[in-house]
């Protein structure tokens, strides 16, 4: 899952989030995590569906425009 928005309102452009499901590569978590770091975003890997609800719900109390 990747979520870009166009503006994040306090934080500017662009914002990079990611949220990787049951990745269990850490060299694709770390290069997940870098690319989201230098969006002014974030990531987070989930392991299971209620996990991967918490997290998207999170990022949706965002103030964003998704592009």
């Known amino acids: 899952w990747f979520v870009v ?3 994040v ?3 500017g452009w662009p914002c990079i989030y990611i949220v990787g ?4 590569d850490p060299a694709l978590s770390t290069t997940f995590a870098d690319w ?3 969006g ?3 990531y987070v890997n989930v ?3 209620v996990a991967l609800e ?3 719900l999170d990022i949706s109390q ?3 425009r998704v592009v």
């Open 40 to 42: 002014n975003g974030a």
């Open 36 to 38: 989201a770091r230098s």
């Open 9 to 11: 309102v306090g934080v």
């Open 21 to 24: 499901f049951a990745i269990d």
């Open 62 to 64: 965002t103030q964003f």
């Open 47 to 49: 392991a299971d569906s």
């Open 54 to 56: 918490s997290a998207l």
């Open 5 to 7: 928005a166009d503006h």
